[in-house]
């Protein structure tokens, strides 16, 4: 199971089925989850902080 699919089951309300009042920042929740997935599983990676300030902090896909 993906982290964002945990992360939606542990946030949704089990007698409604909605998301409680967490839901206006549960795209933002998702989406580092979904970073964090593809970081796991090598995906993408981050570009070391030793390199120059135009270098360095970026995201790589691979």
Do not use: N, Y
Request: glycine share 8%; net charge negative.
């Amino acid at each position: 199971m993906l982290l964002g699919e945990e992360v939606l089951l542990l946030v949704t309300d089990d007698t409604t089925g909605r998301a409680p009042a967490l839901s206006q920042h549960l795209d933002v929740v998702i989406g580092g989850s979904l970073f964090a997935e593809l970081t796991l599983r090598e995906r993408i990676t981050l570009t070391p902080h030793e390199l120059g300030w135009r270098e360095r902090d970026r995201v790589q896909v691979l």
